[in-house]
T-cell receptor, first 113, second 118 residues
Framework: KQEVTQIPAALSVPEGENLVLNCSFT??????LQWFRQDPGKGLTSLLL?????REQTSGRLNASLDKSSGRSTLYIAASQPGDSATYLC????????????FGTGTQLKVEL | SAVISQKPSRDICQRGTSLTIQCQVD?????MFWYRQQPGQSLTLIAT?????????ESGFVIDKFPISRPNLTFSTLTVSNMSPEDSSIYLC???????????????FGPGTRLTVL
């Protein structure tokens, strides 16, 4: 059974810092991995999708990497801003798991002025 | 991408009652997914709804408790039946991207329905 863990559970940084969020998964047989952000009381916003054959994806100040063999992904946020404050979730889709996404419990990020 | 709307956005319900949540997508999709996010927990897939067939439920979820309808390719409903305080959660509808083959692998979520059961 796939399990996804995110560390740290919470993170507080001053504005302008570069930061890394971590995601690990127990079964390396994944089809893809997706990073989301969730604002309080809101739904999920898709940030980046990495296919199993890819090593990284970039969008603006965000860069996500994938090391499938070690069961890890990182989300790098450059020059953090207060507007980046949210909960960041990673989710994996297994190769044999149909269309189900298995989510981590998230990292709650606060970027302070 | 896909634009997804849900109704209601939130509700407070009494124990023993039922609530039906609606999900509308701006384009036709084959599959629609219903997830639950309990307080402080990660999201869990409840079921997959295909148009023209019965929904497929994940382990731990049953049709009597969470009946689903899928009358057409842009709409689905999830009912939370005979509610108890343990059903207090955010319920989210999700679909694959509809912008072509490249976007199909990406999954998008609606704004969610925040349910509180007293």
């Amino acid at each position: 059974k796939q399990e996804v863990t995110q560390i740290p559970a919470a993170l507080s940084v001053p504005e302008g810092e570069n930061l890394v969020l971590n995601c690990s998964f127990t079964d390396s047989a994944i089809y893809n991995l997706q990073w989301f952000r969730q604002d309080p009381g809101k739904g999920l916003t898709s940030l980046l999708l990495i296919q199993s054959s890819q090593r990284e994806q970039t969008s603006g100040r965000l860069n996500a990497s994938l090391d499938k063999s070690s069961g890890r992904s990182t989300l790098y946020i450059a020059a953090s801003q207060p507007g980046d404050s949210a909960t960041y979730l990673c989710a994996v889709k297994d190769t044999g798991g149909g269309n189900k996404l298995t989510f981590g419990t998230g990292t709650q990020l606060k970027v302070e002025l | 991408s896909a634009v997804i709307s849900q109704k209601p956005s939130r509700d407070i319900c009494q124990r023993g009652t039922s609530l039906t949540i609606q999900c509308q997508v701006d384009s036709q999709v084959t599959m629609m997914f219903w997830y639950r996010q309990q307080p402080g927990q990660s999201l869990t897939l409840i079921a997959t709804a295909n148009q023209g067939s019965e929904a497929t439920y994940e382990s731990g979820f049953v049709i009597d408790k969470f009946p689903i309808s899928r009358p057409n390719l842009t709409f689905s409903t999830l009912t939370v039946s005979n509610m108890s305080p343990e059903d207090s959660s955010i319920y989210l509808c999700s679909v694959h991207g509809t912008g072509g083959l490249g976007s199909y692998n990406e999954q998008f979520f609606g704004p969610g329905t925040r349910l509180t059961v007293l």
